[in-house]
C-alpha cells in the first residue's frame, strides 16, 4: 500500500493511461479523484472500483474550459484539504491539423500547444498552492517520447509535449524547498484505444521496427513508472524525465534496417 490514504487526482482518467493510473493508484490505497470531462461515465468506472473496497471519486475537468483546472482543485480541497499527488495526464492533437511546419496553420498549432500547456500550468500552479499548505507532494507531469524525439508531423503536439518536460524541470527547481517533487514520464507506443483505433496497423508495425523492445506498451506499464514517482520510493527524485518506450529513439537511426541485415544473414 505505498499510497495508503494519499490523496491524487488524475486528469483525462476515463481510458487509457489515465485509468491504468487511477487503477495503480487506487490499488495501493490512495483516495483517487479522477478529472473527468463526461462525470457520467467517469462515475460508473469509479463504481466499478469502489465495489472491489478502493475509493475513487469523479471530479469535473474540460481542458477546454480554463477555469475548470483551478475549480477541480477547489472541490478538493473542500472535501479533502489536502492534495498529495498530481497527475498530470491529459494531451491532445488532431492529427488531420496538426501536421509539419509547411503544412499546420498557426491557429491549429497554438491551440494544440495552448491547451497541452494550460493543463499542465494551471492544475499545478493550484494544486502547488495547496500542496504547500500541507508539507508538500509529488507532481507527475505525462509527456512523450515525441517530447524527446523529432518527428515529421504533430508539430503542434511535440512542441507541447517537449515544453512541458522544460517546464517541469523549471518546477521542480522553484517548488523543491517546499518539498514538492516534479518529475516526466514519456511514454511510447502505447496499446490504449486511441493508438489502436487511429493508427493503422502500417504505422504500428513501423513504430515497432524501430523500438528494440518490439512490441508496444502497456497503459500499465506506464502506471507503474508514475507510481513509482507518487510514491516516498522516489522521495529524493525530482525534475527527472523517465521514456517507457522499449527504447524508441535509443538505437542508431538505422537500427530498424541494420536489424533486418542481421536477421538476413543468420538465415
Known sequence: MRLKDKIVLV????RGIGWAIVNACAKEGAIVYMGARNLTRAQQQADTLNRQ???VIPVYNDATDLDSHRTMIEEIRQKEGRLDVLVNNFGTSDPKTDLDIEHTRWE???KTVN???ASVFITSQAAIALMKEHGGGSIVNISSIGGLVPDVA???YAVSKDAIIYLSKNMAVQTARDHIRVNVVCPGQTATDAVLNNMSPQFQEFFMRH???RRMGKPEEIAAAVLYFASEESAYT?????AVSGGFGLATPVYADLSDLSADQKH
Open 11 to 14: 486528469t483525462a482518467s476515463t
Open 53 to 55: 473496497g478502493m475509493r
Open 108 to 110: 491549429d498549432f497554438q
Open 115 to 117: 491547451l497541452n500547456l
Open 154 to 156: 504533430r508539430i503542434g
Open 211 to 213: 523500438t528494440p523492445i
Open 238 to 242: 525530482t525534475g527527472q524525465v523517465l
